[in-house]
C-alpha cells in the first residue's frame, strides 16, 4: 500500500504556469499528471521517458491579421482585453533527461482525438504499459511528442479535443450523409456528434435518401422518422447500402477553426518560448488521413505562421491526405466527416495555376497566406488516394491533362498497392466483396522520416519523389487501367471520382460540385502498381493488392466502395488450380523455384530501397519474415480456392 501511496503522489502533480509576454498566445498551461512512460523502459542512449499530460490555455487576438481566416471568429465572445479563449488538451512524452533529446518535437496531429505517430512509426501498440508505445522507434531516438487537441467534437474515451467558444447567435442548418450496413430502425449520425438540435420536431429538420451514386435524391415525408440528438429513428427501418442525408436546426455553432490557431501556437510555444514545459529547436508535424487532409487545410490557410510573423513548423508530413481538406474551418463544422464525394477542394497542388472551372489561380503554397513560410513537406500516400481522394490531382493540372512538379521543398512518395485502411493478417474480408488489403508500407515511413530529420538538421536532400506520371504512361484514366480480368470479381471501371468540395475562401466556393477528372495509377499484368515505391511484398508479389474494394452483397450498395479499403487477392498456388478458375495471373509455382527463392527475392528487392533510403536495413529482417509467414498461409490453403464471386 505504501508503494502505491508513493507511485500516486508521483504520478498526479498540478502545475500552474503563466508565461511571460515572449508566448502571450499560450496564456497558461496545467500539468495535471506526470508518469513514466513504457513502465520506466530506457530507450537506447536516450533513458527513461514520461509522459505529461493537461491542458494549454490560449489568448488568441481577433485583430491579428493571421486569424482573420477563421470563420466566425467576430462573433466569438471576447474578454476583457479584447482576446478570445480557449482551452485545449495536452499530451507530452518526452526524455527524462532533456539533454539526451534530438532537438525535435514531433507534434502527433491527433485524429478525432487518437494518436496516429505512435503506430506509424513504432508499429502495434497495445494498451499495457510494456506495449504503449510498440517497440519504442520515436523514443530510441529522442523525439519529444506532443499532442494537442484541435477537434470540438472528439468524443471517444480519452479523447485529446479542444473547447472553443461559440458563434453567438447564429442559427442555421446543420446536415451529414450516411450508409447504413444493416435494416436497422435507429441510426446515429456520428458526423453531427457535435450538434444538439434546437427543436427535434421542426418542420425544418429533413431527411433524404438516394439509391445510388448518381441517382436524385428523395425527400423522406416528416411524419416517417423521428430524430433525438444526433440519432434519427426511421419508419420501417434503412435500406442498406443506400446514402441518407439528415439536416437539423441548430444554433451557437463552434468556433471551429480556432482548432488550427490551436496547434499553431502550441508549435510556437515550444519552438519559441524559453519558459515552455517543452522547448524544442526544431518542430515537426505529422497527421494521417483525416489530419493529414487537416494538414493540407492547415498549410494553404496560412497557419505556419504565428501571431508574431514567425514559422512555426519546419516539416510537416501530410500522410494518406490525398488531394482532400477537412470541413474544419467553416460554419457548421463535421470534422469527423469523412467526405467520400466531396473532401477535394481546389486548390489542388501547391503550386499557383488557373483553375479551367472558375478562372481563378490560387495554390495550396503558392497564396498570400501560405507563401511566406513554408516548411519541407512529405506527401506520403497509398493506391486508395488515387481511387478515393483525387491525389493525382496534386500534381497535375486541375483538368488532368499534364503532369506538375512539385516544389523543390516538396517530395511525393506513393506507396504502390497500399490501402488506406491496412487489413488484418492473415486477411479476411470485412465489409468488401474480397478480403481486405493487408499491405503494410508503415516501415518504409520511419526510413522517410530519418530522411525528413537530415533534410530539416543537416540539409540533406531526401530519396526522390516516387510518384505515377501521365508522360510515361504510369498515371492513366481510370477507365484505361489494364487491371486483369479475374473471375467473379467486379472490374473498377464503374467507379466515379466524385466531385469537389467547397472552399469558402474562393468566388464561386472554387468550383464546388464540379466534376473531378479521374486519375489513377497504372498496373501490371498480375493488377499491381507499375511505379511509385514497389516494396518487396509488391516488387515480388504472391497476391494482387489493389486500393479499393467493392462493398459486399451483405451490406448492400455494391456499386460503391467500402471507403477507404483495398482489395487482396492470393495468386493460385498451381498452373491447374489457375487454369480451372480462369485466373490469367501466373501462379505461385510458376513464379517461384521454392521458399528460399522467394525469399532470396524479397530481400533483393529490399537492398536498392535501403541504399536510396525507402527501407531502413534494420527493417529487413521483419519484412523478410512476413514474407516468409505469407508463403506459408498461401501453402497451407486448399488447393480448391477460387476468387470471390458476386
Known amino acids: 500500500m505504501i508503494r502505491l501511496l508513493r507511485h500516486a503522489a508521483q504520478s498526479v502533480l498540478l502545475i500552474v504556469i503563466v508565461p511571460v509576454i515572449v508566448s502571450a498566445e499560450v496564456s497558461r498551461v496545467e500539468i495535471v499528471s506526470r508518469r513514466d512512460v513504457a513502465g520506466g523502459r530506457s530507450f537506447g542512449t536516450i533513458g527513461t521517458y514520461e509522459q505529461m499530460t493537461g491542458k494549454l490555455y490560449f489568448l488568441v487576438d481577433p485583430a491579428n491579421k493571421r486569424n482573420q481566416v477563421i470563420a466566425d471568429l467576430d462573433k466569438a465572445p471576447r474578454n476583457a482585453a479584447g482576446k478570445i479563449e480557449m482551452s485545449a488538451d495536452l499530451v507530452i512524452l518526452r526524455p527524462r533527461d532533456p539533454s539526451r533529446g534530438n532537438g525535435i518535437a514531433l507534434f502527433d496531429i491527433v485524429n478525432r482525438g487518437g494518436s496516429v505517430a505512435m503506430t506509424a512509426f513504432n508499429g502495434p501498440t497495445t494498451t499495457t504499459p510494456d506495449g504503449e508505445v510498440g517497440d519504442g522507434f520515436l523514443l530510441n531516438r529522442g523525439y519529444t ?3 494537442v487537441g484541435w477537434e470540438f467534437d472528439a468524443r471517444r474515451e480519452g479523447a485529446v479535443r479542444i473547447d472553443v467558444p461559440a458563434a453567438v447567435g447564429v442559427t442555421g442548418l446543420v446536415r451529414a450523409t450516411f450508409i447504413p450496413n444493416n435494416r436497422n430502425a435507429e441510426a446515429t449520425v456520428n458526423d453531427l456528434v457535435g450538434y444538439t438540435p434546437s427543436d427535434p420536431a421542426s418542420p425544418k429538420n429533413t431527411l433524404r435518401v438516394r439509391k445510388s451514386l448518381g441517382t436524385d435524391w428523395v425527400t423522406i415525408p416528416r411524419a416517417g422518422w423521428r430524430l433525438a440528438g444526433n440519432t434519427v429513428t426511421l419508419e420501417g427501418g434503412f435500406e442498406p447500402g443506400h446514402t441518407y442525408e439528415l439536416s437539423y436546426v441548430a444554433v451557437n455553432p463552434p468556433v471551429a477553426g480556432l482548432g488550427f490557431a490551436a496547434v499553431r501556437d502550441a508549435a510556437a510555444w515550444v519552438k519559441y518560448a524559453a519558459d515552455a514545459t517543452v522547448s524544442a529547436k526544431y518542430t515537426l508535424a505529422y497527421g494521417s488521413s483525416q489530419t493529414g487532409r487537416w494538414l493540407r487545410d492547415f498549410l494553404y490557410e496560412g497557419f505556419n505562421t504565428d501571431e508574431r510573423n514567425r514559422q512555426v513548423f519546419d516539416a510537416v508530413m501530410p500522410h494518406l491526405g490525398g488531394a482532400g481538406g477537412v470541413v474544419l474551418d467553416q460554419r457548421w463544422s463535421t470534422p469527423t466527416s469523412l467526405l467520400m464525394e466531396t473532401a477535394t477542394h481546389f486548390p489542388f497542388s501547391d503550386k499557383k495555376q488557373r483553375d479551367p472551372v472558375t478562372g481563378i489561380e490560387d495554390g495550396l503554397l503558392e497564396n498570400a497566406r501560405a507563401g511566406e513560410h513554408q516548411p519541407k513537406i512529405f506527401y506520403t500516400y497509398s493506391d486508395t488516394e488515387y481511387w478515393e ?15 506538375v512538379a512539385p516544389p523543390e521543398n516538396v517530395r511525393l512518395y506513393h506507396f504502390a498497392g497500399a490501402p488506406h485502411n491496412i487489413g488484418r493478417f492473415p486477411p479476411a474480408a470485412t465489409n468488401g466483396e474480397l478480403p481486405d488489403n493487408p499491405f503494410d508500407l508503415k516501415l518504409s515511413l520511419r526510413a522517410l522520416l530519418i530522411g525528413m530529420e537530415k533534410w530539416v538538421r543537416e540539409g540533406t536532400p531526401p530519396p526522390p519523389s516516387r510518384y505515377p ?10 477507365a484505361d487501367v489494364a487491371f486483369p480480368n479475374l473471375p467473379g470479381i467486379t472490374w473498377p471501371r464503374q467507379a466515379s471520382a466524385g466531385t469537389r468540395g467547397v472552399n469558402r475562401l474562393l468566388p464561386k466556393d472554387g468550383g464546388a460540385g464540379a466534376a473531378l477528372p479521374y486519375l489513377v495509377p497504372q498496373v501490371d499484368r498480375d493488377g499491381n502498381g507499375l511505379s511509385g515505391l514497389r516494396l518487396p511484398e509488391v516488387a515480388v508479389p504472391l497476391a494482387t493488392y489493389t486500393g479499393w474494394n467493392f462493398r459486399s452483397t451483405a451490406i448492400g450498395g455494391t456499386e460503391q466502395f467500402f471507403p477507404l479499403l483495398g482489395s487482396y487477392i492470393p495468386f493460385a498456388s498451381t498452373k ?13 509455382e510458376e513464379r517461384y523455384q521454392s521458399r528460399d527463392q522467394y525469399l532470396k527475392l524479397v530481400q533483393e528487392a529490399a537492398a536498392p530501397l535501403v541504399k536510396s533510403g525507402y527501407l531502413l536495413a534494420e527493417d529487413v529482417p521483419a519484412i523478410v519474415k512476413h514474407a516468409g509467414e505469407h508463403w506459408d498461409l498461401l501453402a497451407r490453403r486448399p488447393t480448391t480456392t477460387s476468387a470471390s464471386a458476386r
Open 145 to 147: 511528442i506532443v499532442r
Open 389 to 403: 481522394r483525387s491525389v493525382a490531382l496534386t500534381h497535375t493540372t486541375p483538368d488532368g491533362s499534364k503532369d
Open 469 to 478: 506520371r501521365l508522360q510515361d504512361g504510369t498515371l492513366v484514366r481510370a
Open 576 to 588: 491447374a488450380e489457375r487454369e480451372k478458375t480462369g485466373d490469367p495471373r501466373l501462379s505461385v
